[in-house]
């Protein structure tokens, strides 16, 4: 249902019964102004249905919950109500059956369909049984409106901790992988570590083998061509490294 969000002032000049027929709800919310301060309870039910159905925005919600006193909040949302239109005087009518405020909607109601000059006095009081079953009936539209509140935001919370628990999953997986991979990386250098340093002492003693066999190289053709050890080893020290040793023979 498509309904009329245009924002709406509060006006301090209320229409009175008896004006153009589009304003016939003006005039009976002047008229039964008292009997609809003694009776309506401007409970957040009923500010959420208003709100739901674009009779009230969340600014006039607000204003009116900053008056003081609750009849001044009802004055207020009165002299919004004559301002609407007449659809909307019915929708409102309407809102108080489901919020459970039937005595105050059908007497709003009837006078409306009564649609005459003159409108009846009424009492400002309901009888004790009236105001029980006023009483209970409120209190059950209430209390179902406060178990759905309740199960909506239980979805909700649980539709957030399950989206957190997934995040959270989601993390943990990330930080596990990671960890896989700095080992493996912290693995392999070590490995290459490892091979670098056994390379550097195979390499080392390479070179001390090849020293040591061209030590015994040089002894070995010096005994046989009768040279001298020292000789050898001024020999070596100027030939250092040396790749091979060419002797000829006379």
């Known amino acids: 249902m498509n309904l009329s969000k245009k924002k709406v002032t509060f006006s301090e000049a209320p229409v009175v019964l008896g004006s153009a027929g589009k304003h016939v709800h003006s005039g009976i919310l002047q008229h039964y102004h008292p009997f609809i301060v003694k009776n309506l309870r401007l409970t957040s039910h009923l500010y959420r249905k208003l709100k739901e159905h674009g009779i009230l925005t969340t600014e006039q919600i607000g204003l009116l919950e900053l008056e003081e006193f609750p009849d001044m909040r009802i004055y207020k949302l009165l002299e919004i109500l004559k301002s609407a239109s007449a659809h909307t005087f019915t929708m409102f009518c309407a809102i108080l059956h489901e919020t459970g405020q039937h005595h105050l909607a059908q007497t709003l109601q009837k006078a409306a369909s009564d649609n005459g000059p003159l409108l009846p006095n009424i009492s400002l009081f309901l009888q004790p049984k009236q105001v029980q ?83 015994t190289t040089l002894n070995s053709k010096a005994k046989h061509l009768g040279i001298t050890a020292d000789y050898i080893g001024r020999k070596a020290k100027r030939l250092q490294p040396v790749t091979h040793l060419n002797l000829t023979y006379t």
């Open 133 to 215: 079953n006023e009483t209970l009936s409120w209190q059950h539209g209430y209390d179902r409106a406060i178990k759905e509140e309740n199960i909506q935001k239980r979805r909700k919370m649980q539709g957030m901790r399950s989206k957190y628990l997934a995040n959270l999953q989601d993390i943990e997986e990330r930080i596990a992988l990671a960890k896989w991979e700095r080992d493996l990386v912290i693995r392999e250098r070590n490995i290459i570590w490892n091979e670098n340093q056994a390379l550097q002492n195979l390499n080392t003693e390479l070179q001390s083998l090849i020293v040591k066999l061209r030590e």
